[in-house]
């Protein structure tokens, strides 16, 4: 049974930084892709980064080089450094992965809050 468990989230001032953390059980780490989703109150769920099984990444246009995505095979473990976090920032931020049969599976989030 694949299970994604996030942590980090938090209340932040604008301008700071956090990192988020997500442990993967039940997959094969190192055959598979995980990404950062986020959501807003009243938003559509959108793509925050990810990173391929060979470490290559992407990430959304709003990013702009402040956050990185990285991954530690070892622990089984997922991470998102956010810094200069912007209120807009604000959402839960999802863990996901997508096995190699194409089936997407999502963490129960973690929620991020930036105040001004």
């Known amino acids: 049974q694949v299970q994604l468990v996030e942590s980090g989230g938090n209340l932040v001032q604008s301008g700071g930084s956090l990192r988020l953390s997500c442990v993967a059980s039940g997959i094969i780490f190192t055959l598979v892709p995980m990404a950062w989703y986020r959501q807003a109150p009243g938003k559509q769920r959108e793509m925050v980064a990810g990173?391929?099984?060979?470490?290559?990444?992407n990430y959304g246009e709003f990013v702009e080089g402040r956050f990185t995505i990285s991954r530690d095979n070892a622990k089984n473990t997922v991470y998102l450094q956010m810094d200069s976090l912007k209120p807009e920032d604000t959402a839960v931020y999802y863990c996901?992965?997508?096995?190699?049969?194409?089936?997407?599976?999502w963490g129960q989030g973690t929620q991020v809050t930036v105040s001004s």
């Open positions: 996901n992965t997508k096995t190699l049969a194409g089936v997407d599976y």
């Open positions: 990173i391929t099984r060979s470490g290559t990444t």
